[in-house]
């Protein structure tokens, strides 16, 4: 059960309150989305996970700012038998902070077998060498060949996600960064086997279609221009449809923000419609 789901129930009466508050099997798996994890703080993080009464094993915490090293180690401590932990976007974590809590879970003979943890500030290839080494000691099963990572924008958002990764991050071949490490979609650059062509690297190094996630060539970033801030590859912006007006597309996650016009199928985007509206206005001054 979600957590705004929890809270709800909790407030409706006090006896349905009481018995939510009481069943430990719906506190085990806490997972705390925005907005609310625009709130969340230690201390409450603390009080909501007291509920499990130390048998929590899921953790999901996503672009919770207000979240501190020592914090989320004083839950690990009451809770020593979870076994993931997602924390991505929440920047007041650091990677010393993330060692300490899977040092601990080692110490207690713990079973980590999940992290998530993009965006986390201070990342280096040290933490990381540390955190795989550690939780491949608790969890042989983990130890495993790289395999392949693609990039979809709404996997990066999403909180619950079917990757079955030990560790969502790796060190970029190319700046040498810790971040989520893709691997291109299209055929002809996966069969590359010298690593200085290969384009394998993170989201920064070689940007991204959104729409296939393969690599996109300086050309393409040129000619295949979007309506939104996302990107596109030629061959993926040639079959979507386009604004009646600047001839831009929009792309999958955005569409929300076309502007239908009377004609079936054909669509403005937000710039022209208010480049229209203004003009309009100029004229009625006149």
Avoid at 78 to 102: F, M, S, W
Avoid at 249 to 277: I, T, W
């Amino acid at each position: 059960m979600r957590l705004p789901e929890l809270l709800a129930y909790w407030r409706i009466c006090r006896l349905l309150g009481e018995a939510v508050a009481g069943d430990l099997h719906l506190w085990r798996r806490l997972a705390v989305e925005r907005p609310l994890s625009g709130w969340l703080t230690d201390q409450v993080l603390l009080k909501l996970t007291a509920r499990a009464e130390g048998t929590l094993r899921s953790l999901r915490l996503f672009g919770c700012l207000h979240e501190s090293d020592a914090g989320l180690l004083r839950v690990v401590e009451h809770n020593p038998r979870v076994t993931e932990i997602y924390v991505p976007a929440c920047a007041g974590l650091t990677g010393d902070g993330v060692v300490k809590i899977v040092q601990l879970l080692h110490e207690r003979k713990g079973n980590i077998s999940r992290l998530r943890l993009d965006g986390i500030s201070g990342m280096s290839k040290h933490h990381l060498d540390i955190i795989m080494s550690l939780m491949c000691k608790g969890n042989p099963q983990g130890q495993q060949d790289r395999s392949p990572l693609f990039y979809n924008h709404r996997a990066r958002e999403a909180l619950d996600t079917n990757d079955e990764r030990p560790i969502d991050v790796d060190l970029c071949p190319v700046c040498a960064n810790v971040r989520p490490v893709f691997d291109c979609t299209r055929d002809d650059c996966r069969k590359v086997r010298d690593s200085l062509w290969r384009c394998q690297g993170c989201y920064f190094c070689f940007p991204r279609c959104e729409k296939c996630g393969g690599c996109i060539s300086p050309e393409d970033l040129v000619e295949a221009d979007l309506a939104c801030s996302d990107l596109m590859c030629l061959d993926c912006w040639l079959t979507v449809p386009k604004c009646s007006t600047c001839n831009r597309p929009y792309c999958e996650r955005h569409e929300n923000l076309m502007v239908s016009l009377s004609m079936a199928g054909q669509f403005s985007c937000q710039r022209c419609k208010e480049l229209d509206a203004s003009h309009g206005n100029q004229e009625d001054d006149y």
